[in-house]
């Protein structure tokens, strides 16, 4: 599906972005993998080399960080590495608590890392995308993106952000031959949970303390879900499709039906706000 592609994946050390990595490259592509974490990334490299006999590169960014990410951007430039997709996926909980309580310096980190690494990433590397065929960016969108998730305000309120930004995105890209997407994963147990655990009941809010446990437990949602939709979203044969923030464990993606929707109505899979212009009752 993804034959002689090359894809760039930030947080792909761990979690659901080394995951993706690991399909993308069973699929056929090579991929730059991308974390803050240099040891992680050689070991995620040296895992990954077992899937593929192909070496596939790695670099160290904190996406976060302008400099940095334009930085690499030069690096692209100098090495002259073509690419064709940019996969979205670093992210992290940051500040837990009440918004009257938290450190509002982890909460800036955190608007920092989750919605403007998305953007840099997007306009720094995105731009330097090169192919004949249709060009991709997937992002990542996480709890409190669709609904409201209270006590994680920081991580909640940079998600919905990073929807409504590959909605512009998509707009804006749209005469370049791009499609750019957003991806909900739903609860796959990675680290990022052991947060929670340590927030306590009380920091964390005790219904999502306790679904937390509950889902650790049971196993949450293979990440391989996300893997399969992003693979999908990386190939031609999602061409057309942009602009939406699609369910990994709940959206009928591999269907006909819904891929149909998802070209033909601008309205599907996108934040709305529910009202009588388009929801009303039928008499």
């Known amino acids: ?8 994946i930030t947080g792909a050390s761990q979690g659901i972005g080394f995951v993706v990595a690991k399909k993308c490259i069973a699929e056929g592509a090579d991929v730059i993998i991308i974390s803050r974490n240099e040891k992680e990334l050689r070991q995620a490299a040296d895992d990954l080399s077992l ?20 930085q690499f951007a030069s690096w692209l430039r100098e ?30 980190k955190t608007i920092q890392i989750n919605l403007l690494g998305t953007v840099y990433m997007c306009s720094c590397v995105g731009r330097l995308m090169q192919s004949e065929k249709r060009k991709k960016i997937v992002n990542y969108s996480g709890g409190g993106a669709a609904t409201p998730f209270p006590h ?7 998600k919905a952000a ?16 791009i499609d750019v997407n ?39 949602i293979p990440p391989e879900k996300a893997a399969d939709l992003n693979c999908f979203l990386l190939s031609e044969l999602s061409d057309g499709i942009t602009g939406k923030f ?3 464990p709940w959206d009928p993606w591999q269907t ?19 009202d009588q212009k388009t929801f009303f009752k039928k008499s």
């Open 1 to 8: 599906m993804l034959e002689n592609k090359k894809i760039v």
């Open 51 to 70: 899937v593929s006999s192909r070496k596939q590169q790695y670099y160290q960014l904190d996406v976060g960080d302008l400099g940095k990410v334009q």
């Open 79 to 108: 090495k002259k590495i073509t690419f064709e997709g940019l996969v979205n996926c670093a992210g992290v909980y940051g500040s837990i608590g009440k918004t009257t309580e938290v450190d509002l310096a982890e909460f800036t």
């Open 152 to 158: 994680y305000s920081a991580y909640a309120s940079s």
């Open 162 to 177: 990073v929807v409504r930004f590959t909605e512009n995105l998509a707009l804006e890209l749209q005469n370049d031959g």
């Open 182 to 220: 957003c991806i909900a994963p739903g609860f796959v147990v990675t680290r990022l949970h052991q947060q929670t655990l340590t927030a306590g009941m009380t920091t964390a809010g005790a219904s999502f303390y306790e679904m937390t446990k509950k889902q650790i437990e049971n196993g949450g």
């Open 246 to 248: 699609i369910s990994a």
């Open 256 to 274: 006909e039906e819904f891929q149909k929707q998802m070209r033909d109505d601008k309205d599907a899979a996108t934040l709305r706000r529910i």
